[in-house]
């Protein structure tokens, strides 16, 4: 079991700029969440997929935000067209779905700064 | 939409002494609440909580559920200073994903 590993650990970049993360969960879990948290705030839910289907969106994820999980193991997170209010630490989980006692766990996050 | 706030949002207490850290929640079709403990990147997993009244522990951490007043304490005991994080409570519902309190910043004093 190595973790959720998310890469790249810190990303700045100028407004109007593309950016893309990358999450790898664990590797038996087929559940993989993003979650985008602020400075003072908690995790907000962005997306999740279940295996390579994208299930559930959040409000808050704007069209410039786009999440692909094409095998069903590793996820992308696209953002375009960045503005400086999308600086923030994005979160990646992963959980095993039908396991008892379901639950998270999270990667070390990708901290984006747009300046 | 489901919700959960979280109080105190942030405390200062000095080393040996005991920490409730309070956290209730609105959620349609309740699964579970769990409590995280996050110091500087990634949450890490405290406590699953699903029953009502039983209490779950770990060494001086220990929590509980009331789901009839919908809310779940996390208490500490004998505080360290390696205690200083931010915890954060949170509850899924019927699709399993997590909704987040705000987080309460706990700082310990040597």
């Known amino acids: 079991d190595t973790g959720v590993s998310q890469d790249p650990r810190h990303k700045i970049t100028k407004r109007g700029q593309n950016v893309t993360f990358r999450c790898d969960p664990i590797s038996e879990h087929n559940r993989l969440y993003w979650y985008r948290q602020t400075l003072g705030q908690g995790p907000e839910f962005l997306t999740y997929f279940q295996n390579e289907a994208q299930l559930e969106k959040s409000r808050l994820l704007s069209d410039r935000f786009s999440a692909e999980r094409p095998k069903g193991s590793f996820s992308t997170l696209e953002i375009q067209r960045t503005e400086q209010g999308d600086s923030a630490m994005y979160l990646c989980a992963s959980s095993r779905q039908g396991s008892t006692n379901e639950k998270l766990f999270f990667g070390s996050g990708t901290q984006l700064s747009v300046l | 939409e489901d919700k959960v706030v979280q109080s105190p949002l942030s405390l200062v207490v000095h080393e040996g002494d005991t920490v409730t850290l309070n956290c209730s929640y609105e959620v349609t079709n309740f699964r579970s609440l769990l409590w995280y403990k996050q110091e500087k990147k990634a949450p890490t997993f405290l406590f699953m909580l699903?029953?009502?009244?039983i209490e779950k522990k770990s060494g001086r951490l220990s929590s509980i559920l009331d789901k009839k007043e919908l809310f779940s304490i996390l208490n500490i005991t004998a505080t360290q200073t390696g205690d200083s994080a931010v915890y954060l409570c949170?509850?899924?519902?019927?699709?399993?994903?997590?909704?987040f309190g705000k987080g309460i910043t706990l700082s310990v004093r040597p």
């Open positions: 949170a509850v899924t519902g019927a699709n399993s994903k997590l909704t």
């Open positions: 699903t029953s009502s009244g």
